[in-house]
């Protein structure tokens, strides 16, 4: 695993232009090591994750009162050997489609925190598709019909109700859930405590593989992970969902760690 950090430089407050040339604050900022480049009317710098880097550009710019507003963004990319080593895996490159009239989105009016809470027993008329599977308006997927037979045949874990009022799809959740996350300090800025209402991290950046406790995974092949409200899936799974849609791919993992 890698652990990338971009920063952000714009004028205070967005749009307002930058307090100074770009060239010279560049200039500045390359005195102490930082190398910046301006692009979109920010000044903008990516490297490697260092838990002190963002604030020793914010220290450089206040001790030259230099206004700015400075944000980050971290991520992290995956080889192959953490794949390997991971139990479960996060997907995307599912085609997505619009389905007017169904939205399962609820926000915690404690947090803040948006998730999405699919009821199975909403039926739409049809479906203005041919694909395979899709998600459905950003929130959840479903499958066509002899997907959804081979993944009950196949697969362990997925929970197939009707979509459809035609009978041509059905909604591609799980039985079980993985519920409480696992949040190691070192992977969250400003961590906060547990949501009494919604029991999920507060936190302003989380990064690097998801996890859970061992006893929350029995070995299904689809499990809904909470915290992202979307399916985590076993890489037997992942090979069934790459021979019916080409461009389904890996992106995240979730570790399972013994009480």
Not at 101 to 122: E, I, S
Request: net charge negative; hydrophobic share 35%; with cysteine.
């Amino acid at each position: 695993m890698h652990v990338f950090e971009k920063i952000e430089l714009q004028g205070e407050p967005f749009p307002k232009p930058l307090p100074m040339p770009p060239d010279d604050l560049i200039g500045l900022l390359r005195k102490h090591g930082f190398e910046f480049y301006y692009e979109d009317s920010a000044l903008r710098w990516r490297g490697d994750y260092e838990p002190t880097t963002f604030d020793k550009v914010k220290s450089i710019l206040v001790s030259n009162k230099v206004l700015v507003h400075a944000w980050r963004t971290i991520w992290e990319e995956y080889e192959d050997q953490d794949f390997t080593a991971a139990p479960l895996w996060l997907l995307l490159g599912i085609p997505e489609i619009w389905v007017s009239g169904v939205d399962f989105a609820v926000t915690c009016h404690v947090c803040g925190r948006k998730r999405f809470h699919v009821d199975p027993n909403v039926r739409v008329q049809s479906v203005d598709t041919r694909k395979p599977i899709v998600t459905v308006n950003g929130q959840f997927a479903i499958v066509r019909n002899d997907v959804a037979n081979r993944v009950e045949k196949e697969l362990s874990g997925a929970n197939l109700p009707p979509f459809d009022e035609e009978g041509k799809y059905r909604y591609f959740l799980s039985e079980g859930s993985l519920r409480h996350l696992i949040v190691k300090p070192d992977q969250a800025i400003g961590l906060d405590g547990t949501c009494k209402k919604c029991k999920s991290p507060i936190v302003e950046i989380l990064f690097g593989p998801l996890r859970y406790a061992s006893t929350e995974w029995k070995g299904e092949d689809v499990i809904h992970c909470d915290f992202l409200s979307c399916n985590a899936y076993t890489p037997k799974a992942y090979e069934l969902l790459r021979k019916v849609e080409k461009r389904v791919a890996k992106d995240g993992i979730i570790l399972l760690e013994e009480s």
